[in-house]
Antibody
Framework: QVQLVESGGGVVQSGTSLRLSCTAS????????MHWVRQAPGKGLEWVGF????????NLGDSVKGRFSISRDNSKNTLNLQMKTLRPEDTAVYYC???????????WGQGTMVTVSS | SYELTQPPSLSVSPGQTATITCSGD??????VSWYQQRPGQSPRLLIY???KRPSGIPVRFSASNSGNTATLTINGAQTTDEADYYC??????????FGSGTKVTVL
C-alpha cells in the first residue's frame, strides 16, 4: 500500500521561496502521476498542480502558474513543489496525492503547513 | 474556467438520507470523483468514476452523474459521516478542479 509523507513546510516571508517534498513508500512510484492540492485555513480544497509518472505533463493551476513548479525523482520516490515569490494567500496546508487516473486521487499524504507572513 | 458548485452545508438526522449535489456544465460527460474530509484529517477518496466505491468505503455511500449534476447520497447517515465533501473532475479547460465543498452535519 502506498503511503505519502510531505515535508518542508514552515513560516516564510512574503516574496521568498520554499520547496516542499513528498516521499512515497510502497511500490511503483514511477508508474503513477502525482498531484499537489492545498487548503487555506478554513477553506476548501484547491488543486495546485500535477506531474505525469515520468516527469512530463506538468500542469499548474492559474493561481500559481509562473511561480510554482513540480518535479519528481523516481529513483528516490520523491515529488517536489518549488514555490517562488510566495504571497500571504499561498498560506495553506499542502497535500501531495497519488493520481489513480479514472480511479481518482486515491492516496493522500497528511499535509504540510506553509505560512507566508507579510 | 470550469467551476463546480456545491451547497455550502446541509444537516441530516442520524439514520436519515443526505443528498449532496455538484453542478457544472455538461458534468455528465466527465468522470466525477468524491472525497470526504473529516475535521483535522486529510481527504480520502469516497467515489470514483461517478459511482464506484473503493474497497473499505461503506455501502451507504452511493453516487450518480447525469446532465449537469452529480449527486452523492448517504443512506442512513451516521455521526461519523460528519465531514466536508468535495466533488472533483478533470476538465480540458481547467485541468483538475474541486467543487466548493459541502459541510455535512449529522444531528
Amino acid at each position: 500500500q502506498v503511503q505519502l509523507v510531505e515535508s518542508g513546510g514552515g513560516v516564510v516571508q512574503s516574496g521568498t521561496s520554499l520547496r516542499l517534498s513528498c516521499t512515497a513508500s510502497g511500490p511503483n512510484f514511477k508508474s503513477y502521476g502525482m498531484h499537489w492540492v492545498r487548503q487555506a485555513p478554513g477553506k476548501g480544497l484547491e488543486w495546485v498542480g500535477f506531474i505525469g509518472y515520468d516527469g512530463s505533463g506538468e500542469n499548474l493551476g492559474d493561481s500559481v502558474k509562473g511561480r510554482f513548479s513540480i518535479s519528481r525523482d523516481n529513483s528516490k520516490n520523491t515529488l517536489n513543489l518549488q514555490m517562488k515569490t510566495l504571497r500571504p494567500e499561498d498560506t495553506a496546508v499542502y497535500y501531495c496525492a497519488k493520481w489513480g487516473g479514472n480511479d481518482g486521487v486515491d492516496i493522500w499524504g497528511q499535509g504540510t503547513m506553509v505560512t507566508v507572513s507579510s | 474556467s470550469y467551476e463546480l458548485t456545491q451547497p455550502p452545508s446541509l444537516s441530516v438526522s442520524p439514520g436519515q438520507t443526505a443528498t449532496i449535489t455538484c453542478s457544472g456544465d455538461r458534468l455528465g460527460s466527465h468522470y466525477v470523483s468524491w472525497y470526504q474530509q473529516r475535521p483535522g484529517q486529510s481527504p480520502r477518496l469516497l467515489i470514483y468514476q461517478d459511482s464506484k466505491r473503493p474497497s473499505g468505503i461503506p455501502v451507504r455511500f452511493s453516487a450518480s452523474n447525469s446532465g449537469n449534476t452529480a449527486t452523492l447520497t448517504i443512506n442512513g447517515a451516521q455521526t461519523t459521516d460528519e465531514a466536508d465533501y468535495y466533488c472533483h473532475l478533470w476538465h480540458s479547460s481547467t485541468a483538475y478542479v474541486f467543487g466548493s465543498g459541502t459541510k455535512v452535519t449529522v444531528l
